[in-house]
C-alpha cells in the first residue's frame, strides 16, 4: 500500500530525530476509561469483542485525537487479541484482566498453541477507518504485546504478582520456554504486519511484565525475540519499545533495535538515557497519577521532564523526546486533566 505522507507530523519526525515544530504527545491507554465516551459505546460489549469490531475499534481509537489535541492516536486492542485471534481460549475478566482457559505447562501445550498466519480482516478494517479521520499531522500508532508478557499470562494461566511457574519454566525447562518463544514470535509478527499493511505510522512493542527480570535473563530469555519483532519492521515505520518497571533493564532493551526508547516516571530521562546502548528518541515520563494533582503540578512536571530531555539531547545521550506518560491513563482521571496536560506539553518551551 501507500503509505500516507507524514512528513510535518510532529510524532513521526521526532520518532526519526529530527525536530518537530511543537513537542509531540500520546498518553497510553489514552483510549479508554477515562473517557465517558468510551464508556458510552463499550456499554454491554466485552472488550476483546470490542477490539474485533471495527467502526467499534475506530471510534474508541480516535476519541481522544479529538477532545484532547494528542499528535497521535494508539490502535485500540489489547496484547492478547494476536492470541484470540489465533485461536487460543482467552477472556479479559473485569478487574482481573486477560485469563486463558487452558495454561500452557508442558512442552506439549507449547506445542499444541495455535499460531496467527493470517490477516486480522476486522483489525485491519478498523485502521483504514482510523486513517480516515486523521490529518497529516496526527500519528496512528499501532502496538503488539512483548513476547515474555504474552508468555507470561498463558503460563500464569492470566495475570501474576510473581510470576512465579514462567520463571520457574525459564530456569528449570530453558528448551520449553525457548520454543514457547519461537512459537509466540511468528503469532506477533503476523498481528503486526497486519496492522503495518493496514497503514499504521508507528508502533510499539509494550512489554508490561519484563520489568520482574534480571538483566541476565532478559539478555538470555526475552531479547533475542523482541529483537526478531523489532527487525521485522526496520526502515518501515518508527519504533518504540517500552516496559513497566524496566530501569534496569533500559541498556538491554534498547539494543532490541527501536528508534525510540520509552521511559517509566521511575527513571528521570536524562538519567535513563545515559542507559541506552547508544542514543536513542526518549518517550515519557510523566506520572500518571499527577495528572489528578491540579494544574500548577502538572505544568512543574512538564517543565521538569523537557528540560531533562533537553538536557540529554544536548549531551548526545539522546535524539529527540515524545512526551508521554510513564505508564497509562488512570480510569479515575478527570479527562478535562488530560486536555489540559495536553495543552501545557505543547505550550511549554
Same mark, same amino acid.
Given at each position: 500500500m501507500t503509505r500516507r505522507d507524514l512528513t510535518h507530523a510532529p510524532l513521526v519526525e521526532a520518532a526519526l530525530g529530527r525536530t518537530p515544530r511543537r513537542t509531540p504527545v500520546w498518553f497510553m491507554r489514552q483510549a479508554g476509561r477515562s473517557l465517558p465516551e468510551y464508556r458510552a459505546v463499550r456499554e454491554g460489549i466485552d472488550m476483546l469483542d470490542s477490539c474485533f469490531i471495527p467502526e467499534l475499534l475506530a471510534e474508541i481509537t480516535v476519541q481522544p485525537v &479529538? &477532545?484532547?489535541?494528542m499528535d497521535g492516536a494508539i490502535?485500540?486492542?489489547?496484547? %492478547?487479541?494476536?492470541?484470540? *485471534?489465533?485461536g487460543v481460549d482467552v477472556d479479559i475478566v473485569p478487574g482481573r484482566g486477560p485469563v486463558m482457559g487452558s495454561p500452557v505447562r508442558s512442552r506439549g501445550d507449547v506445542d499444541k498453541l495455535p499460531v496467527l498466519e493470517d490477516a486480522v480482516?476486522?483489525?485491519a478494517a478498523g485502521i483504514e477507518a482510523v486513517l480516515g479521520e486523521l490529518n497529516d499531522s496526527q500519528a496512528l500508532i499501532g502496538f503488539v504485546g512483548a513476547p515474555f508478557t504474552l508468555a507470561s499470562y498463558l503460563i500464569e494461566g492470566g495475570p501474576s504478582k510473581n510470576h512465579e511457574k514462567t520463571k520457574a519454566m525459564m530456569h528449570a525447562e530453558p528448551d520449553t520456554w525457548h520454543a514457547l518463544m519461537r512459537r509466540l514470535v511468528p503469532t506477533i509478527m503476523s498481528f503486526l504486519k497486519t496492522q503495518v499493511d493496514a497503514?499504521?505510522?508507528?508502533m510499539q512493542l509494550f512489554d508490561s511484565w519484563a520489568g520482574f527480570l534480571t538483566e541476565a535473563d532478559y539478555r538470555e530469555h526475552v531479547l533475542p525475540y523482541s529483537a526478531e519483532i523489532l527487525a521485522s519492521v526496520e526502515g518501515v515505520i518508527p519504533r518504540?519499545?517500552?516496559? %513497566?518497571a524496566t530501569g534496569e533493564l533500559l541498556g538491554a532493551m534498547s539494543e532490541a533495535g527501536s528508534e525510540v526508547m520509552g521511559v517509566d516516571w521511575r527513571v528521570p530521562l536524562d538519567t535513563a538515557a545515559t542507559r541506552f546502548a547508544s542514543p536513542r528518541v526518549l518517550q515519557g515520563n510523566l506520572d500518571p497519577a499527577l495528572l489528578l494533582a491540579g494544574s500548577d503540578v502538572i505544568r512543574a512536571e512538564v517543565i521538569r521532564i523537557k528540560d531533562e *530531555?533537553? &538536557?540529554a539531547i544536548a549531551s548526545g545521550t539522546a535524539t529527540g523526546h515524545i512526551f508521554n506518560l510513564g505508564h497509562g491513563v488512570l480510569?479515575?482521571?478527570d479527562p478535562d486533566a488530560i486536555t489540559e496536560a495536553v495543552r501545557i506539553i505543547h505550550e511549554e518551551a
Open positions: &479529538r &477532545r484532547h489535541d490502535l485500540f486492542s489489547d496484547i %492478547v487479541v494476536p492470541l484470540k *485471534a489465533a480482516p476486522e483489525v497503514g499504521i505510522d508507528a518504540i519499545h517500552f516496559g %513497566v *530531555a533537553a &538536557r480510569p479515575t482521571t
